[in-house]
């Protein structure tokens, strides 16, 4: 890929990292206070950051992000984790909205079949170890797919939790150490205009939403919120999880038995 934050020697095979911390505060301050429309359309029509994929969960507010991109990208890779254990919903909804969008490139990631069978074969770690759960049905799926990528964007929003209040629109990604850039074009966009958004541009909803389900992930994990609780507060509800994985630094708990 093309790197615009640093002069590298081409005359050798590079194994560093993709992007580092400056490349990030760079990108920062390139686009500071840019509209998120532009900020995608400047990403994907310029390579400015590489090969480029979208992580998505088909969930609450995954419709406005994923409409963005489809207005200049349709083709772009959509990487949906397909754990075998979200609500029947959710696959409707992503089926639905993959075809309301013109979204031609829908990737589906699965959990490996014998890791599964030898460290969930009742299919109940959910509910005794949510996180083990969590590492065999997305954290090790997307990482095995992330390895083609450079960048990738994310739905997540500062609004939605304290763990989500700070984040810069361009970080790197740490769950590795290959340096992939993580985007959050949404990053300050709030409830409000979120809402605005499906109905200016008339988007479907996730049918769960109306029922009391603001943050949507697997059904076994997910439960309502009572009105104005924190979005997110119904994931893993009773453990101290606030996040599956994917977004978190990597740990040795990959290397580690799961029993």
């Given at each position: 890929?093309?790197?615009p934050?640093?002069?590298?020697?081409?005359?050798r095979i590079?194994?560093?990292p993709?992007?580092?911390?400056?490349?990030?505060?760079?990108?920062?301050?390139?686009?500071?206070g840019?509209?998120?429309?532009?900020?995608?359309?400047?990403?994907i029509?310029?390579?400015?950051?590489?090969?480029?994929a979208?992580?998505?969960?088909?969930g609450?507010?995954?419709?406005?992000l994923?409409?963005?991109?489809?207005?200049?990208?349709?083709?772009?890779?959509?990487?949906?984790?397909?754990?075998?254990?979200?609500?029947?919903?959710?696959?409707?909804?992503?089926?639905?909205l993959v075809?309301?969008?013109?979204?031609?490139n829908?990737?589906?990631?699965?959990?490996d079949?014998?890791?599964?069978e030898a460290?969930d074969?009742?299919?109940?770690?959910w509910?005794?170890?949510?996180?083990?759960?969590?590492?065999?049905?997305?954290v090790?799926?997307?990482?095995?797919a992330?390895s083609?990528?450079?960048?990738?964007?994310?739905?997540?929003?500062?609004?939605?939790?304290?763990?989500?209040?700070?984040?810069?629109?361009?970080?790197?990604?740490?769950?590795?150490?290959?340096g992939?850039?993580?985007?959050?074009?949404?990053?300050?966009?709030?409830?409000?205009?979120?809402?605005?958004?499906?109905?200016?541009?008339d988007l479907?909803r996730?049918?769960?939403?109306?029922?009391?389900?603001?943050?949507?992930?697997?059904?076994?994990?997910t439960h309502?919120?009572?009105?104005?609780?924190d979005p997110?507060?119904?994931?893993?509800?009773?453990?101290?999880?606030?996040?599956?994985?994917?977004?978190?630094?990597?740990?040795?708990?990959?290397?580690?038995?799961?029993?």
């Open positions: 890929m093309n790197k934050f640093a002069a590298r020697e081409i005359d590079d194994t560093g993709r992007f580092n911390d400056r490349d990030a505060e760079r990108l920062n301050r390139m686009f500071r840019q509209e998120t429309s532009e900020l995608l359309a400047n990403l029509e310029d390579d400015i950051v590489g090969e480029l979208t992580v998505s969960s088909f609450a507010e995954s419709a406005v994923l409409h963005l991109i489809s207005k200049v990208a349709p083709n772009l890779p959509v990487l949906f984790l397909e754990t075998g254990k979200h609500f029947p919903e959710t696959l409707a909804y992503r089926d639905e075809a309301h969008l013109g979204l031609t829908l990737i589906n990631l699965t959990p079949a014998e890791e599964l460290k074969e009742s299919g109940l770690r509910s005794y170890d949510p996180d083990g759960c969590c590492e065999i049905r997305k090790k799926p997307l990482t095995k992330l083609g990528y450079d960048a990738t964007l994310t739905g997540r929003k500062a609004f939605q939790s304290a763990t989500r209040a700070n984040l810069p629109r361009f970080e790197v990604d740490t769950s590795d150490a290959q992939r850039l993580k985007i959050n074009p949404l990053i300050d966009w709030d409830a409000a205009r979120i809402a605005a958004y499906f109905e200016e541009h479907p996730h049918p769960l939403v109306e029922k009391g389900y603001p943050s949507i992930g697997c059904a076994p994990c309502k919120v009572a009105p104005g609780d997110r507060s119904g994931r893993w509800k009773g453990w101290d999880k606030t996040e599956c994985g994917i977004h978190e630094p990597g740990s040795d708990r990959a290397d580690q038995p799961y029993f």
